[in-house]
């Protein structure tokens, strides 16, 4: 029964998850038509990318097992999050495309440190401790 309760609200917690993936579709349909980014921020979305990164390589098999509903959610969240930095790239002002792209790149190498040091210094339960860790610093960070 535990199981079964497990897996129906995690199913549940998912499916909440990505309609909160999804809510800044409005704004992105409104960048878009106005070929503008206007007065918004890209930092939450390159932000939130990262938290789903962390969350989604933390939930593999190897790295934290039986997680694979965090898996999946958070990979959707990683594209969904990636669509939407490249849509805020595409149509930001110079000043911001080159901040963005500049956020993008401290994402990437934080992203690709903790997946190279996880993979090459850690194994068993140290990387999952360590893998969650980073994962949950950067979520209460995006909280703040």
Do not use: Q
């Not at 921020?41 to 933390?58: D, I």
């Not at 994402?107 to 996880?118: D, K, M, N, R």
């Amino acid at each position: 029964m535990e199981h079964i309760a497990r897996f129906f609200f995690g199913v549940s917690g998912n499916v909440i998850a990505l309609f909160l993936f999804l809510s800044p579709v409005v704004t992105f349909w409104r960048i878009i038509k106005r070929k503008s980014t206007e007065d918004f921020s890209g930092v939450p979305y390159n932000m939130t990318l990262l938290n789903c990164l962390l969350s989604a390589w933390y939930g593999l098999p190897f790295v934290s097992p039986n997680n694979i509903l965090v898996t999946t959610i958070n990979g959707a969240g990683s594209v969904i999050e990636a669509i939407y930095v490249v849509i805020f790239l595409i149509f930001a002002e110079r000043k911001a495309k080159i901040r963005m792209l500049g956020l993008l790149s401290v994402v990437t190498t934080i992203f690709a440190t903790v997946v190279l040091v996880s993979l090459l210094a850690l194994h068993g339960r140290a990387r999952t401790v360590f893998c969650g860790l980073a994962a949950t610093v950067f979520s209460i960070c995006i909280g703040w």
